[in-house]
């Protein structure tokens, strides 16, 4: 099918009413969808002209609405150029609200698109897809015939799976379109292993996609899983055909589809996706009836508005009086559904849900999710190190932790979620939260605190986490060593221990470079002088008297003579740790009373698997249930996108409560990381850090 009019005679006209539902700015209704949409599909060319389709989101409101003409949005990877396209979903909901326009501006990841028009598309796509329902099992992938990208690792497995796409095509004239396809058991066929065949069956006759592909026939389209937090991406180029024999193979009860679109694939990768993961919209509850607007409700109303604007005749009035009579909205919905229900019938499907939300959404367990925090002051401590002060974004609260311990900070850094753990460096039980931040060269999360956050901006805080804490309340003398930035949590404890009645001495060694890198250089000599009883502080600068060395430690001790029940904390390089350890090793001093800090990077562990790879979780001898880890995602997130009780403090692999044993199969780790040998030696993993290699089976009971 090569024409407008061979397109029309399979399909038929559309009616003049379909492009009265089209609406040139986000109005009022538009605009509370966005505010609650966490997902959605997004299609664009990037700079080489090669057609993208991905999923974008993450959170309700993810899209920021500036004028009713305009938003902006993070595209954490690539950048769009000339016409962009939406596909907007919300859970639950089979309706979708499609925007299209150009992208206009980018600063960093935000993409500032200028809105050209916005519709309500109706609800049949994700009804056929049974998108918001349980998913059944997929049946095993067919064996892909040839070669080509639909041979590549997980892509025939998760098109045997997948029931909903986002298409984008474009047009000859420059204009772009999103359009959601669903149908099952899959949506998209392989034929073989460079061609895919997509049905089109029977909707509203609009056609924006064939009719797109008459003028360019350069495609990409992302497909879903419902419960996976992968996505397909697929591009390649585009035909339409009505070929009998081929429609045939796709009938329904004998009905088959009026035509269908044949893809020749360029390339085909299943890949995780931050916005999927983080939207939650597997697990998440749908939104509350009246939270957002009824979208075929919307959709009457811009056809009203459009018919008025238009014409003042008889259907203008008739129009205008129907929307005002009360109990209408929820008229047009049961009206709507028998409309879906019958024409879904025609075409051969024999299990028709025509509300879309789930049966028993399985709402994620609210324990351990993240705590917003604004930033109320930035304050500088040296030429490469800040304090970020905190407190809760949305009211007066405490920060409850034991000194020494860590909180892992989340920000979003170029559109993705960046995690790094710091040490509380003020004390425990205030209103506010001091983490200090050094500078890392290459330091993603440094770098972004130091050139981009400000006063007044939001992060997400978990924690606290961490072994590596002092008790006030026992009465020890303590000992603390630190280098350079290891002196934040010691800071946390030598405010706690001044304050405590009852608390005993306190001795600090710090080694830093030069004089202008001590962090907390004021604050210690003002403590210090104000608790000469207490507290002593002692500075060393190894730019000029060289590294410190095991003779400085035992100087240093020998002149403090710590009591015998002396507890001793270290934090900083594991060399000076390991040299401050031997040293109290040769002086006798038990290894239960010496404690260390360590930090783990943030880097990606090598040898991460590039298929997906399927993860049971049990607790005990009682099944839990299962999850697929998408290439490059850790097993902590895909369990919990899963609904699956993971348990998990830090997520950066530095406090252990989220050790599992490995029960089956192969994990690469992030290191170095918390763990002993002697856990791994049992078989212990990480899930924050941990990805699996091959299939994996873990038991989460209490170790």
């Given amino acids: 099918m090569t024409t407008v009019d061979e397109v ?6 559309p009616p003049s009413m379909i492009k009265l539902k089209q609406i040139s700015a986000l109005d009022e209704g538009c605009r509370a969808v966005l505010a609650h949409c966490p997902l959605a599909g997004f299609g664009y060319r990037d700079a080489d002209g090669v057609p993208r389709t991905t999923f974008i989101g993450g959170a309700p409101g993810f899209v920021r609405v500036h004028s ?13 150029h000339g016409p962009v396209s939406f596909v907007f979903l919300l859970p639950g909901v089979g309706e979708t609200l499609r925007v299209n326009g150009s992208a206009v501006e980018r600063t960093g990841a935000e993409t500032v698109v200028d809105v050209e028009e916005a519709y309500v598309h109706c609800a049949q796509a994700v009804i056929r897809s049974r998108l918001w329902q349980p998913s059944a099992p997929a049946g095993p992938a067919p064996e892909v015939v040839g070669e080509g990208p639909l041979r590549g690792p997980g892509v025939a497995d998760f098109l045997a799976a997948a029931p909903f796409l986002a298409l984008s095509t474009w047009d000859g004239s420059g204009g772009g379109d999103t359009s959601p396809r669903g149908d099952q058991p899959t949506v998209a066929r392989v034929l073989d292993g460079r061609t895919l065949v997509i049905a089109d069956r029977r909707g509203n006759k609009r056609a924006d996609s064939l009719r797109n592909l008459l003028q360019d026939d350069r495609l990409s389209f992302a497909a879903l899983v419902p419960g996976r937090t992968g996505v397909l991406h697929v591009s390649g180029r585009g035909s339409i055909t009505d070929d009998p024999a081929l429609l045939a193979t796709m009938a329904l009860r004998g009905t088959p589809p009026h035509a269908a679109l044949l893809v020749d694939v360029d390339r085909a990768e299943v890949t995780a996706n931050d916005a999927v993961a983080r939207s939650r919209v597997w697990t998440a509850a749908p939104p509350e009836r009246g ?21 003042k005749g008889m259907l203008a009035r008739v129009l205008k009086g129907v929307a005002g009579v009360p109990g209408i909205g929820g008229l047009l919905r049961r009206v709507m559904n028998l409309a879906y229900r019958s024409g879904l019938r025609k075409e051969g499907y024999d299990d028709v849900e025509v509300d879309a939300r789930p049966t028993a959404p399985a709402v994620h367990p609210a324990v351990n999710r993240p705590r917003e925090v604004r930033i109320a002051e930035v304050r500088r401590e040296t030429p490469d190190a800040v304090t970020l002060v905190l407190e809760d974004a949305d009211g007066p609260g405490t920060f409850d932790f034991r000194p020494g311990q860590f909180f892992t900070l989340v920000a979003d850094v170029d559109g993705r979620p960046v995690r790094r753990a710091y040490s509380a460096s003020s004390a425990p039980g205030a209103s506010r939260l001091e983490v200090t931040v050094k500078h890392v060269d290459g330091g993603r999360f440094s770098t972004h605190v130091h050139r981009t956050l400000r006063v007044g901006d939001r992060l997400a805080l978990r924690g606290p986490s961490g072994s590596f804490h002092v008790d006030a309340a026992a009465g020890h003398e303590v000992v603390l060593v630190a280098a350079g930035s290891g002196v934040t949590p010691m800071m946390s404890v030598i405010r706690t221990l001044l304050a405590a009645p009852g608390a005993g001495r306190v001795a600090l060694l710090c080694s830093d470079r030069r004089e202008e890198d001590v962090i907390f250089a004021g604050e210690l000599l003002r403590l210090a002088g104000e608790n000469p ?3 002593t502080v002692t500075h060393v600068l190894t730019g000029q008297r060289g590294r410190l060395d095991a003779e400085g430690v035992r100087d240093w001790l ?17 060399p000076l740790m390991d040299t401050v350890q031997g040293v109290l090793t040769g002086l006798g001093v038990p290894d239960d009373r010496v404690h260390r800090e360590r930090y783990t990077s943030g880097a990606d562990p090598a040898g991460a698997a590039t298929a997906p790879q399927e993860m049971v979780v049990q607790d005990g001898t009682s099944p839990v249930g299962s999850a697929v880890v998408e290439p490059g995602q850790t097993m902590l997130d895909a369990g919990l996108a899963a609904g699956l009780p993971m348990p998990y403090s830090c997520t950066v692999g530095n406090c252990g409560d989220c050790a599992v044993k490995l029960r089956g199969g192969e994990v690469a780790m992030n290191e170095p990381n918390c763990l002993t040998p002697r856990q791994k030696a049992d078989g212990y993993v990480l899930t924050c850090v941990g990805r699996p290699l091959s299939g994996v089976a873990l038991d989460i009971a209490e170790p």
């Fill in 8 to 13: 029309e005679a399979a399909l038929g006209r």
């Fill in 68 to 80: 009713p003409t305009q938003i902006s949005f993070t595209l954490p990877d690539g950048r769009a």
């Fill in 291 to 311: 939270a957002v607007p009824d979208l075929m409700v919307l959709a009457g109303d811009h056809l009203a508005a459009n018919v008025a604007a238009a014409e």
């Fill in 533 to 535: 009883e207490r507290l």
């Fill in 558 to 574: 020998a002149e403090l003579r710590p009591a015998r029940d002396a507890r001793f904390y270290l934090c900083g390089p594991e």
